[in-house]
């Protein structure tokens, strides 16, 4: 599984909270990516990283700050969460030597 | 920025059949287009990818094929099987140095026994 998990794997949460999810990986990679999935839109990127505190935004990212202070962790946080972030989000990883990214297992997230 | 367009968005086949997904993009600087199958409740998972340098690449029943001049590429699954249904995505990268990837929006694969 490349060392990649996803925590929580699933969440329910109320409109207006803060949400925080974190993508952990053990293998030491520099490139680390925060994707949401949504029926008939496909992967979008919210935010990457490019290595410790080099964080930069994709094509979704309003509403969605990341922080990475530490290599092994990247996390996604929702300020405060709106129903149209219900989704799943996948945290990926660029594996060393090539450009193939790994997907983790997914954070299932329900915005009530 | 870079805009991927797949088509089609569904497509069902008779199992030993051949199937084919296309997808275009629109930067000139990408130079690399890898597909992933995503089953229902999974992560997406790379099956095939190709560099901007090679027209083709096979690897079993699957192979891809990539257009530059025309901006674009497609997937060729041959002799389908019932396991081959799911989702299928094509991506391309931004050509810059942080392998960003955008992503079509994919195509249901549905292979009939």
């Known amino acids: 599984d490349a060392g990649i998990t996803q925590s929580p794997r699933h969440k329910v949460t109320e409109t207006g909270t803060p949400v925080t999810l974190r993508c952990h990986q053990t293998e030491n990679h520099r490139y680390m990516y925060w994707y949401r999935q949504d029926p008939g839109h496909g992967l979008r990127l919210i935010h990457y990283?490019?290595?410790?505190?080099?964080?930069d935004k994709g094509e979704v990212s309003d509403g969605y700050s990341v922080s990475r202070s530490k290599t092994e962790d990247f996390l996604l946080t929702l300020e405060s969460a709106t129903s149209s972030q219900t989704s799943v989000y996948f945290c990926?990883?660029?594996?060393?030597?090539?450009?193939?990214?790994?997907f983790g297992p997914g954070t299932r997230l329900t915005v009530t | 920025g870079e805009n991927v367009e797949q088509h089609p968005s569904t497509l069902s086949v008779q199992e030993g059949d051949s199937a084919v997904i296309k997808c275009t993009y629109s930067?000139?600087?990408?130079?690399?287009f890898p597909w992933y199958k995503q089953e229902l409740g999974k992560r997406p998972q790379l099956i095939i990818d190709?560099?901007?340098?090679?027209g083709e690449k096979k690897d079993q029943r699957i192979a891809v094929t990539l257009n530059k001049t025309a901006k674009h590429f497609s997937l060729h699954i041959t002799e389908t099987q019932p396991e081959d249904s799911a989702v299928y995505f094509c991506?391309?990268?931004?050509?810059?140095?942080?392998?960003?990837?955008?992503f079509g929006k994919g195509t249901l694969l549905t292979v009939n026994p």
């Open positions: 990283s490019y290595g410790v505190k080099d964080t």
């Open positions: 190709i560099r901007s340098n090679v």
């Open positions: 990926a990883i660029k594996l060393a030597g090539g450009y193939e990214q790994y």
């Open positions: 991506a391309a990268d931004s050509g810059g140095s942080n392998y960003k990837l955008t």
């Open positions: 930067d000139s600087a990408s130079n690399y």
